[in-house]
């Protein structure tokens, strides 16, 4: 994140507050702070963003047993957009196997292979999606 979205954060500390509650109550069995630290950008999402994001993450994870476990080792896949192609990625990697399935068991399997559909930039905690 740039200097600027940490300032941003840090003069509204009860809406930031209240997007960490969000995240709890989506991802109950999850360590929000753990997923922040590694994906501080989700704090600058709107709390009904976050919620929507969440939802559909469920949507697509709804095979899964532990879906907080998944987000909580991986938070990039909390961006539905970021989910979706690497459980196609997964899918065309691993012929015959459910893509949810291979995340459950290793939530890590993206970045163990090196090619989660994400690279980091130069700003902390930025990720981008590759095209």
Known sequence: MK?????????DVPAAANKLIVLKTMY???DVFSIIIRRPKTLLQSEQRIS???QMVKQLLAK???????????????DPTTLSRSLAFLASSFAGKDP???????PQILLNLGESNMEDNAEYGEMTTKD
């Open 52 to 54: 929507d994001n969440a």
């Open 100 to 106: 949810v399935q291979l995340l459950q068991e290793n």
């Open 28 to 30: 109950p069995n999850a």
């Open 3 to 11: 200097a600027a979205d940490w300032v941003a954060l840090s003069e």
């Open 64 to 78: 899964a047993n532990n879906v907080d476990a998944i987000i909580e080792a991986v938070p990039e896949l909390s």
